[in-house]
């Protein structure tokens, strides 16, 4: 942990436990926009968390991301609650899936039940959410602050909490933290299209496959143009999903144009030199369209629930490869870009005053703040509480179980060996032996 400064003493101090890269990279911006502005006018001091699992970035993927913390390690969720009762924060910030979220506000319940005081707890969800909407929100509820990336959302939201007869005031509207970056001021030599690739839609190698032979198809009879494919990860890393078909093998076994490129690093960076950005329900559409890139979301796999792309309705951003492939250049719809959080219009400085200012009075409670609430309880969800906070290493009242991982000091050499070893088994499985399983299953 940091040392304690004036400086420091002045600061809010922020905490942010996430399983993933892209979910730090939410949590960590997000922590910096909402936190409560203190006198003095001193940074925020951000302590980062990454719980251990499958998905725990590496080195590169961190600084890929390229937010920093004042400190960083990585936790199992029992060492994260005991450095939790411990600690004393302004604001936590979960940026987790809803399983995970779920299971540290009942362990927080727990750790806290004797404090005074406990920071104010803020979750939400790092991009669109196009599936699992009533599942994903209970497992969120409990935290002060359910953050909302746009007024769609935010009804979206409100209406699932109400119709349970859970509390909906924790819902706030807020935009994605990540957006920005110069406006789109027109066409780059060489015009450069981008198609920004997902781990896991589309999900099948047939469908991988399709999109990556389009794209290259596009380079080859556009040759004036660079074409990029924008990856998320390198083999053998993982994402907030699992990816068991990268395209970058998927590219090895084809004859690739000079003008054709498959590139890492900030989305942001290659945004700046994207003239048109392909996808098929990537998040980063929205950012494309916060800058007024020119932004297409696929239609040539159906508009369906399952790729996401159904969320796009009504963008007028939907087109196929051959409409592309003919020239054809979108227009966004400007109500719809509006409600959903993008703000091109120039109000996104604002977006996060109303979530700040809701933090800085639950800090000011007199008696200080409530203990957690969450809608599921042993007694809403007996069937269901249990197993996801067991997966957690948690009892049904929040407690550490019996034997639960590295409870009372960190891990030795050993261990961390071992734990490398273990996680990179499981992503060679993922990778490799689960498709082959899967084709051999199909015969």
Not at 304 to 311: A, F, I, K, T, W
Not at 396 to 424: E, F, H
């Amino acid at each position: 942990m940091p040392a304690s400064t004036s400086k420091a003493s002045k600061a809010p101090r922020v905490a942010v436990l996430a399983d993933s890269d892209t979910r730090w990279k939410w949590g960590a911006l997000t922590a910096h926009r909402i936190a409560p502005v203190r006198s003095g006018g001193a940074d925020v001091v951000l302590d980062g968390y990454l719980l251990r699992g499958r998905a725990t970035p590496t080195a590169r993927q961190l600084q890929e991301v390229g937010v920093r913390a004042d400190s960083l390690r990585e936790v199992t969720a029992v060492e994260f609650l005991r450095t939790m009762a411990d600690e004393s924060y302004d604001v936590l910030v979960l940026a987790l899936v809803g399983g995970g979220v779920q299971a540290m506000l009942h362990g927080l319940k727990r750790v806290w039940e004797d404090r005074t005081a406990r920071p104010a707890v803020v979750t939400g969800y790092v991009g669109v959410v196009y599936e699992k909407l009533a599942d994903g929100l209970l497992l969120r509820h409990g935290a002060d602050l359910v953050l909302a990336n746009s007024r769609q959302d935010a009804d979206r939201f409100r209406a699932v909490y109400e119709g349970v007869g859970a509390d909906a005031s924790c819902v706030t509207e807020v935009a994605l933290p990540f957006l920005g970056g110069a406006p789109y001021t027109g066409e780059h030599d060489p015009y450069t299209v981008t198609f920004a690739a997902q781990p896991s839609v589309p999900e099948s190698r047939k469908d991988r496959t399709y999109l990556l032979e389009r794209l290259v198809r596009h380079a080859r009879r556009h040759p004036e143009r660079e074409v990029l494919l924008k990856l998320r990860s390198r083999p053998g890393e993982h994402t907030t999903h699992i990816e068991e078909l990268p395209y970058q093998k998927l590219a090895q076994r084809l004859d690739l144009p000079a003008n054709f490129r498959l590139v890492y690093g900030h989305m942001g960076e290659v945004l700046d030199r994207t003239d048109l950005l392909v996808t098929v329900s990537s998040t980063a559409a929205l950012e494309s369209l916060h800058r007024r890139i020119p932004t297409v979301v696929l239609t040539d796999l159906g508009v369906r629930e399952s790729l996401g792309n159904h969320h796009f309705v009504g963008s007028g951003c939907l087109a196929s490869w051959d409409q592309l492939d003919e020239g054809h250049r979108p227009v966004p719809d400007e109500e719809w870009v509006a409600r959903q959080g993008v703000a091109a219009d120039g109000s996104y400085a604002t977006a996060f005053d109303t979530a700040r200012e809701r933090i800085a009075k639950l800090l000011d409670r007199p008696g200080g703040l409530p203990p957690l609430t969450p809608y599921y309880t042993p007694g809403t969800a007996p069937g269901y509480l249990p197993g996801i906070l067991a997966r957690h290493h948690l009892g049904p009242d929040g407690t550490p179980l019996p034997g639960a991982p590295a409870a009372d000091k960190d891990p030795g050499p050993v261990r961390q060996i071992v734990r490398r070893a273990a996680r990179g088994a499981y992503r060679h499985g993922v990778q490799r032996v689960a498709p082959v399983i899967r084709r051999m299953g199909e015969l």
